[in-house]
C-alpha cells in the first residue's frame, strides 16, 4: 500500500461533495515496443484520482496508490500490466512484461485503466506491438572511398554507421582489420546506452611487408540490444598500389641559376604528388605530373653541389630519391691579348674555369647583341682560344652555357682603332 499525504487538498474537496472525476487516459510512453523484452510504460492522462484511507493516529483520510489496474490488449487477447505505480494525478507507471507481450499480437493495441472507484478510462490503438525483434542493424562505410589510393605503410583511416529503427538500440560495435585474410585484434567503439545510431572511427598504418595488389579489408561488426542479439557485419575492401618509387631522372645536373628542364620517372606519382630538390619546390607548384609515371618541371637556383631529388604523393614520399648535381656556370678569369684591331681576326686566349663543349665565347655589350669568338676551340676546363670579331672600343666578354648559365668580364677586351 502506498499513500502520500500531499493529496489532502483533493481529498478535502472530495469529501466536502464534490462530484468524483472520470479518468481519461491520453497516451503511452513509450508508444511501441517489442515483444521480446520486457517493458516499462508511462500511462498519461489526467484526473486519475487515488483512493483513501483512514489513519488511525491521526483520524485524518490519507491518498493510496492502491486500486488501480490497467490492461492492453485488443480483439479478445488481452494482459494484466503489473508493477503499477501512481506517479499523480497525470501519470501512471506500469510494467509489460515480455512473456505477456508474447502473447499479444503485432498490432495497434488498446490501453484501459480502471480507478479505485471502478470508473474506466480507454485509449483505443494507444500502444503498437511490434513483435520480437528479429531486424539486424544497419551497418555502413561512411569514409574512405573503396577506390581511394593506399599503399603499404600508410597510414589507414575511415569510419562506419550502425543504426536501428527505433525502439530497437544498439549494443555493441567493432571493427577488425584484415590483410591477405591475416585479421589483426578486433576493436570496440564506444556504444552509449540504449543508442539507436553509432558513429565508429578507425585506423591503422598498412604493413610495410605487403605489395601492389595485396588486400586489405575491414570488417564492420554491430550487435542490437534485443533478446535476440541481432549481429551485422559490413566489408570494406582496398586494393593496393605499389609503394611510390623514383626509377630515373634526366638530366642529372644543370646550372646553379635553376631552370633546367628535368624530367623524373617512377610509380605512384598521383595526382597532388610534388617533386622537391632539397626541399625546395620544382617549378611549378612542385612539377606537373604527366602520368602516374612522369613528373616534370624546372630547377630552382641552388648552390653548386650534389641535392636530393624527392618526390611526395598522397601514398608516402617516393623511395629511391636521386641526386642532381648543380654545376657553376663557366667563369672568364682573363683574356689575353685584351686588345685588337678594330677589323678583328685577333687571336686571343680565354682562361678561367668550368669550361666545357657547350661553352661559348661573345664579344659585346649584353649578351642578346653579342657577336661569337670565331674560330672558337676548348683547349680544357680553363682555357679557350679563338680570333676576334670586328668591333670598336671597349667591350665585355661572355661565357655563356645553355646549361649552366653565363658569366662576364666587363671591358675585357678593347678593339683599337687606325
Known sequence: MRFRWA???????????????????????????YSDGDTRLTLLGRDFVPATI???????????????????GAAGQWTELSDLDWLSTGALAVSLPSAMAQRLPAAPLDVEITDPRGQLATLTAGFLELGPDLTRPNLAFTSP???????????????????????????????????????RPRVPCFVAPSAAEVDCAFQFTISQTLGEGDGVRVVADA?????????????LVISLRAKPSILSLSPAS???????????????????????????????GGGIVADEHTISGYTPAHDAGRSMIAVHTPL??????????????????????????????????ITGANFGASTR????????????????????DTSIVGRTPSGSGPTTVWAFDATLGFTKLVGGFTWRTP
Open 361 to 380: 665565347i661573345y664579344f659585346g655589350p649584353t649578351l642578346d647583341s653579342a657577336v661569337p669568338l670565331a674560330e672558337q676551340f676548348v683547349q680544357g
Open 223 to 235: 550487435t542490437d540490444a534485443s533478446a535476440s542479439a541481432n549481429q551485422a557485419a559490413a566489408s
Open 316 to 349: 608516402g614520399d617516393a623511395i629511391g630519391s636521386r641526386e642532381f648535381i648543380y654545376l657553376p656556370p663557366p667563369l672568364i678569369a682573363a683574356i689575353t691579348p685584351e686588345t685588337g684591331t678594330a677589323a678583328g681576326g685577333t687571336a686571343v686566349a
Open 254 to 284: 644543370g646550372g646553379t641559376a635553376g631552370g633546367t628542364d628535368l624530367l623524373i620517372l617512377g610509380n605512384g606519382f598521383l595526382a597532388g604528388s610534388q617533386a622537391t630538390i632539397d626541399g625546395e619546390l620544382l617549378f611549378p
Open 54 to 72: 483512514l489513519d488511525p493516529l491521526s483520524g485524518r483520510r490519507i491518498a493510496t496508490s492502491d486500486g488501480f489496474a490497467a490492461r492492453i
Open 145 to 183: 572511398s573503396p577506390d581511394a589510393p593506399f599503399a603499404p605503410g600508410m597510414l589507414l583511416r575511415g569510419s562506419f554507421h550502425a543504426a536501428k529503427t527505433p525502439p530497437g538500440a544498439i549494443a555493441t560495435a567493432g571493427w577488425t582489420a584484415y590483410e591477405n585474410g591475416n585479421p
Open 7 to 33: 493529496f489532502l487538498p483533493l481529498l478535502l474537496g472530495l469529501a466536502l461533495g464534490c462530484a468524483n472525476p472520470r479518468p481519461t487516459l491520453l497516451a503511452v510512453q513509450p508508444p511501441q515496443a
